[in-house]
């Protein structure tokens, strides 16, 4: 941790000229989650310079097999509250520093997982596999709401979902008043995090312990990071109070011209008149209404609908795979067919039930104690050894782009380099 540490100011430079935002790989956000969620042999973080100037830092885990072969393989490290992994590359030398870690020669292959398909990072990624010959390939991919601002999505309601919202108001009318709420500067940021994990706690997360008030990592880790993004002027809070009780509320972090959901709740107990989706449309009002963010990324899951119903525009992410060795440049180039096999091969031997998925979970009584009122302080774990074998110095490499003569030099930092 302290060799990250000590890249923090050309990290914070480098995270200002990003080619594409990502807050998840920003240091006052990803310190906290390593020190919250430990940091394990595996993780590795490239650090790409250009001249002096740092120019891409790469949070990778190094795994031992990938998909069943025995191969080495740098995987985009991530927790389960992200779904966003596009690394932090500078916008002018992107390329080169792709190349650099493409021809690191740290593992077999390198898979990027979560990032926006035709992003900048994406671009950079493809010309510099295809400059250095090395085949990729898309291993996943999905679409997910994103709300933009110039692209109101109220009017394309249909006339159902418009008579829908009228009802759902008429019902919470005579139970009190419905009064939207938005985080400002002065407020107590404190007070409406706990407000939220009480309210998330309260409902279908807490009773699947799911929440972020039944894990005591998960508390580590919005306890430092959601104040210092209040403090930095990233934190979006919004939602809707019935009287003077929180109804609904919705926590996003900004970051370059965009911003991503990190986390949603609403009072279960109001179910029938649909609250989340109440909250959710008077979000898009205040995100229209309100400056801020030329758009709003739902940071959602493949299987999450939630916002597909008020949200109308979409972007899709994707993971891709990079050979670097001659076998991983192999196994990226046989992955099709492996995937071919496995599915026109394997499936007929599956039982019907597990085809057709798993059945629903019956209901499960509530696996989340309440939050304390004050959350548990910060203590940093004890890093791992840095080598993954014995008496030997962490590896580095160095090297020059296929594509300029300026000297572009990586290093890879393990935790306790």
């Known amino acids: 941790m302290d060799s990250l540490r000590a890249l923090v100011p050309d990290w914070e430079a480098l995270a200002a ?29 490239v650090a790409v310079w250009e001249n002096g100037i740092l120019g891409a830092v790469f949070p990778m885990r190094l795994k031992r097999r990938y998909r069943g072969m025995p191969l080495r393989a740098l995987q985009s490290w991530r927790h389960r509250n992200m779904l966003l992994c596009t690394p932090l590359v500078r916008a002018k030398s992107a390329s080169n520093c792709v190349s650099a870690l493409l021809q690191s020669g740290l593992a077999a292959l390198v898979e990027f997982d979560w990032m926006p398909a035709g992003g900048r990072f994406y671009g950079a990624l493809t010309e510099a596999a295809s400059i250095g010959g090395q085949p990729w390939m898309v291993t996943d991919a999905y679409a997910r709401a994103l709300l933009v601002r110039s692209r109101d999505p109220r009017p394309r309601y249909n006339s159902n979902m418009k ?28 007070a409406w995090l706990e407000e939220f994990m009480r309210l998330e706690a309260s409902g279908w997360k807490g009773r699947a312990g799911t929440a972020l008030a039944c894990r005591e990592d998960d508390r580590r880790f919005v306890a430092k990071m959601v104040p210092e993004a209040f403090r930095r002027g990233r934190l979006l809070i919004t939602g809707l109070n019935l009287d003077e009780r929180p109804l609904a509320r919705h926590i996003m972090l900004t970051g ?9 709740a609403h009072d279960e107990t109001y179910e029938k008149s649909s609250p989340g989706v109440l909250a959710e449309v008077d979000n898009v009002r205040q995100f229209i209404e309100n400056p801020g963010p030329r758009w709003l990324d739902s940071n959602t899951a493949r299987e999450s609908e939630s916002y597909a119903r008020v949200w109308k525009d979409h972007r899709t992410v994707q993971c891709v795979a990079v050979g670097q060795s001659a076998a991983g440049r192999m196994a990226v180039a046989a992955l099709p067919l492996v995937r071919l096999i496995k599915r026109s091969l394997l499936a007929p ?27 548990a302080p910060l203590r940093a774990p004890s890093p791992p050894a840095a080598e993954t074998r014995p008496g030997r110095e962490p590896r580095r490499a160095e090297g020059r782009t296929a594509s300029r003569d300026r000297p572009v030099r990586t290093e890879s930092r393990s935790p306790g380099g």
């Open 163 to 190: 008579n829908n919202l009228r009802r759902w108001e008429a019902r919470l009318k005579p139970l009190g008043e419905l009064r939207p709420v938005r985080l400002v500067e002065g407020d107590n940021v404190e």
């Open 17 to 45: 000229d990003a080619a594409e935002p990502n807050p998840f790989y920003e240091p006052w956000m990803l310190l906290p989650a390593l020190e919250a969620y430990g940091i394990d042999a595996d993780f590795r973080c």
């Open 349 to 375: 031997f599956r039982p019907r039930a597990a085809r057709a998925g798993p059945p629903p979970a019956a209901p499960q009584a509530s696996q989340c104690a309440e939050p304390a009122a004050a959350p």
């Open 256 to 264: 370059g011209d965009g911003a991503f959901t990190f986390k949603i």
